[in-house]
């Protein structure tokens, strides 16, 4: 998977929440089996061993998403890009963990989340 160094803190957040909320992520199989658990730990083992560095990152999306999770990361990187911050806001890390995790829920930007829940209703 192509990945832009300058994407990399973003493709690092997304992953960590989609480990963190699935616990078929990044496997697309229905049903929970002893299998799908087994693979889901060994990909959190390998994503837990990888560092910060481009190279591992890309090596580890190529070996473990498959093309619907890929489509989903890529969206999620237009969708970060489309978002760029016009301010910047100071959050508690509780605050920013929180304000991501509910962004991913609904299926959007942080920035869109805010708008979409804090703009007066007309």
């Known amino acids: 998977m192509k990945i832009k160094k300058s994407d990399l803190t973003t493709v690092i957040q997304w992953i960590d929440v989609q480990l963190s909320k699935d616990d078929k992520f990044p496997l697309d199989q229905q049903g929970a089996s002893s299998k799908t658990s087994k693979k889901h730990l060994k990909a959190l083992k390998a994503w837990r061993k990888c560092s910060t560095n481009i190279k591992e990152v890309r090596e580890w999306c190529d070996e473990w998403l498959d093309q619907k999770y890929a489509d989903k990361l890529a969206q999620a990187l237009e969708q970060t ?3 760029k911050a016009d301010h910047v806001i100071k959050l508690t890390e509780e ?5 991501l995790m509910l962004a991913d829920k609904h299926d959007l930007s942080p920035s869109q989340l805010i708008v979409k829940h804090l703009s007066p209703k007309a």
């Open 95 to 99: 605050a920013h963990d929180l304000l």
């Open 81 to 83: 890009k489309a978002h």
